[in-house]
Structure formats: C-alpha cells, structure tokens
C-alpha cells in the first residue's frame, strides 16, 4: 500500500479522533488518539528536514529524560502527546481553507486591486489587507498578496513590501482566533480566554501598524523617481465588501459555534472549516458541476497533501512533550520561589520573555516551544501575574519572532517569492524592525499590566 495514502489516512483518523474526543467522553479515545499521533510520526518524521527532525527528536528527548528524572516517564508523554493532538487538528482545519480562498473570484479581485495601489498608500494597505486576510485564512493570505513584491525588480522595494507583507500577517497573531498562537496560548496558559486578550491584541496590532509604516517612511522609503508611476485601481467598498461577505460568514460559523456550544477554537474551526471548504469551493465551479469539478477535487488534494504537515506535527508535538516533562522535574512552586529569591518582578519577567522569544527565533526555534515551555512551569498564578498579561507577552512577538527565523514557515515563504536566501530575509531585513516592535511590545505589556491588573 502507498505509504502517503497510509500517512493520510492515519492524519484523517487522527483529527475526527481529536475532534470527536473533545466534544464526547469516549473511553479510551484520547489513548487512540496517541497512538495515531505516533504512528504518523514515525511513517513521517524521516521525510522531515533534517534541521526540523533532529530539533524535534532533541527537544523531545529532553522533555522524556526530565520525565523520566521525576518518575514519570509514561505519563508525561502520553500527557504531552494527547495536548499537541488540538495543535495538528487546527493545522488540518486550515489546510482545507488554503486553495478555496486562493481562487476565490472576490478574494482575488482584493488582491489585484491591493497590489495596484500607488506609492504612499501602498504599504497601510498591504499591511491592513494581509493583517485581515491573514487573520482568518492564515498563509494563503500571503499566498493571495505575494504578488506586489516577488514582481518588483528594484530591491529596495522589494525589500519594503516584503516587510510590509510580513508584518502584516504575522502581527495578526497578537489576536486572530484562527491563529495557532492563539490556540497555543489558549491552551498553554491557563485562566485566560480569547475574548479576555482579543481587545488588548488587537490595539497592539494597530500600533505595530504605525511601528512598521514610521520605520518605512523614516528609513526605507526613497522619493519617487521619474518612471515610477504605475495604473492604479480603485479599492472600492464593493470590492472590499464582497470579500468580506466569505470571511465574516466563516467566523460567524465558528466563534458561534464557539461561544454558543463551548467548544475551544480550534475544535470548532475543525469542525467548521472543511465543510466550509467544500461548500466555497463547490460555489466556484460551474453550475451542475458543483460537487464534481469543485468539492471533491479539493478534497482528494486535501487528503493527497495531509503527509505534508509532518513539520509542524514534529514541532508542536516535539514541544508538548518538553512542556510537560520539564514541568515535571522543574515544578511551578519552585520557579516562583527562586524567582523571589532574586528579586525578579513580573515586568521583568515580561521584557526578559518578550525578547528571550525573538532571540529564540532568530536562533531558528519556533515560538511553541517557549510558549508551552513557560505556560509548564510559569503559570500565572504561581510567578504573580495576570493571566492576560503573560499571554499578551507570548502573545505580543509570537509573529514577528518568525521573521528572524530563517526556519520559519512565513520566511520561507517570502524567500520563495522574492527569490531570495531565507536568512538574508531573517537576519539582514528583518531584525531592525521587529526589535523595534519587541520594545514597543514591552512597554504596551508592562504599562497594561500596571493601568488594568494592580
């Protein structure tokens, strides 16, 4: 038998699993689940990266030894493995919303109308359209709007939209719901739920916007020079509006299902979000070929693809399983007590986490790694701080510690686009910026901390 049809399939099995087991109390489904998440892994984890895999197998090789230190190895994996199975549902749910919303005829009349904007206007736009866009359809927003840079042939502004683009999608992770951030932190940290940071997000998100445009225009952006004018298109509120219409159906779909039954995000956009899917895609084909020429090739091409997240499977359950077993050897009560001991207060707690997740990942690690890792053994109830404010603080440069990362899915993607090195992207474009967004970040997180929670 096919080992991506075997691989797929054991992926399909192990999301409605996941699924079914949070919404039902079935016996022994979470332990089924477990041995699914294994069974993909080691069909998959050799065909991941090199750098990715032995990251992975470190980290969660670490996470058991610390397990195995406390006296319980067992439980601290089978623990480990069952929190990352939400990770690889939400992962499963956006796949499926990727190729509809790329072919989207009112997706993609946003986008031709974005990217023909004219100079001064261009970079709010493109950061706002990828911002929103992104927020609610994760990468294919980059996929839809990647088009104004990886035309360029100047590389100044190459460079300038590359940032704006990237900017733009990965500050939506201070708050988008559809974000992995969110379903990390949601997770990671307990007492906190998405509306109690969503608000708090949201206006950080629109002061990195003015962050990102005044580094631009102050040093990036160059006068225009003769030759430079290009046709530009109206971004009318019909186009913007028709656009609009698809996504707000979805959210509704799913903060609806969220709020009103109680199921956590993740498992309701996985619940959501693939019938959805087929119903757009079905929308966009001909009219008596709904099913034939549109839902179902999406959903063999979906199923065809699943192989394909055993990157992030290696990750998040790579990270899960350090959380939990470092939590084990390292517990809570003893971080607070050494934390005292030192003097360490919680706005340096918050600075010291803002910028020690940037660093990480310019270091190439992913931002689940710190982020469950502090949720394990910071919780906090035991270090003394809100909820709200330390998921702020993961919150807050979850995004744009990605841009250092030459590692990172959105650099890779950029490098791609723009024809570029990732690292090139990461550690020579990248940095001035997001450290300026990293400071900006620490005092929006410490003066919150002190105006709302003292």
Excluded at 205 to 225: A, H, N, Q, T
Excluded at 249 to 271: D, F, K, N, R, Y
Aim: glycine share 8%; net charge positive.
């Amino acid at each position: 038998m096919d080992r991506n049809f075997v691989s797929a399939s054991v992926y399909l099995v192990l999301a409605v699993v996941a699924i079914v087991s949070r919404i039902w109390v079935v016996p022994y489904l979470s332990e089924i689940g477990v041995v699914l998440t294994l069974i993909f892994l080691g069909l998959e984890i050799s065909r991941a990266p090199a750098l990715q895999r032995n990251m992975g197998l470190l980290l969660a090789g670490i996470g058991a030894l610390a397990a195995w230190l406390a006296g319980d190895l067992i439980g601290a994996m089978i623990d480990g493995l069952i929190r990352a199975q939400i990770f690889l549902v939400m992962f499963f749910a956006v796949t499926w919303l990727r190729e509809p919303a790329v072919t989207s005829p009112s997706l993609r009349a946003l986008r031709d109308a974005v990217v023909r904007q004219p100079a001064g206007r261009r970079y709010p736009i493109l950061w706002l359209s990828a911002h929103f866009l992104g927020s609610v359809l994760n990468l294919a927003a980059m996929s839809l709007l990647s088009t104004m840079a990886g035309e360029q042939t100047d590389e100044r502004l190459k460079k300038r939209l590359s940032l704006a683009l990237m900017m733009g999608f990965t500050v939506a992770s201070t708050w988008g719901p559809f974000y992995v951030s969110v379903a990390v932190v949601l997770t990671a940290v307990p007492g906190v739920s998405w509306i109690d940071i969503a608000p708090l997000g949201f206006v950080l998100s629109m002061i990195l916007l003015l962050v990102g445009w005044g580094y631009d225009r102050l040093f990036l952006r160059e006068k225009p020079r003769p030759g430079d004018h290009r046709d530009n298109a109206p971004l009318t509120f019909s186009t913007i509006g028709r656009a609009a219409i698809v996504l707000i159906q979805l959210i509704i779909l799913v903060m609806g299902t969220h709020e009103i039954i109680g199921l956590s995000i993740p498992v309701a956009l996985g619940v959501i979000g693939p019938p959805f899917a087929l119903a757009w895609a079905a929308v966009q084909a001909q009219k008596g070929q709904r099913w034939r020429s549109g839902a179902l090739p999406l959903a063999k091409r979906i199923f065809i693809n699943l192989p394909e997240l055993r990157n992030e499977a290696v990750a998040f359950v790579a990270a899960s399983v350090l959380g939990v077993g470092v939590s084990k050897v390292l517990p809570p009560e003893l971080i607070s007590a050494q934390l005292q001991s030192y003097g360490i207060t919680g706005d340096v707690v918050v600075v010291c986490l803002i910028f020690g997740m940037t660093l990480a990942g310019a270091a190439g690690l992913h931002p689940v790694i710190l982020a469950i890792l502090v949720g394990e053994v910071m919780p906090p109830d035991v270090i003394g701080m809100p909820p709200a404010v330390l998921a702020m603080a993961i919150l807050g440069v979850w995004g744009t510690s990605t841009m250092v990362s030459p590692f990172s899915a959105t650099t890779l993607f950029m490098a791609r686009v723009v024809n570029q090195p990732s690292h090139v992207i990461a550690w020579r474009w990248s940095p001035p910026v997001v450290f300026l967004a990293c400071s900006v970040v620490s005092a929006y997180v410490v003066a919150v901390r002190h105006l709302f929670y003292t």
